[in-house]
């Protein structure tokens, strides 16, 4: 059993900042496999924030390049997700998600164990 549970959503103004958290737990094998960030605006597809791989490669999409970082402690078995810069445009609930391999794909298809999400609303 796989648990994700995600954190440090809120409500701030644009060009503020916030923290997200993944806490994981469960039969996890955590460091073996590509976890990331995924968000879904209302009426909206669920849409790729950021990834990471087991081994720390990153990837980000192209919205949130230079302003969002993502980072993992395998020891801890958390999830981060540093949000700079926020824009109104950010406005969505996050997701946690853990990926199927080692590797990290863009789909949501590519990943199999999902939080419940975190709001995250900026305001302009």
Known sequence: QVQLVESGGGSVQAGGSLRLSCA?????FYS???MGWFRQAPGEERERVATITGAGATGYSDSVKGRFTISRD???KTLYLQMNTL?????AMYYCARGTSATC???PNDFNYWGQGTQVTVSS
């Open 24 to 28: 994981a737990s469960g039969s996890i």
């Open 105 to 107: 794909g863009r789909s």
């Open 74 to 76: 395998n020891a801890k």
């Open 87 to 91: 824009k109104p445009d950010d406005t």
């Open 32 to 34: 073996s496999f590509c």
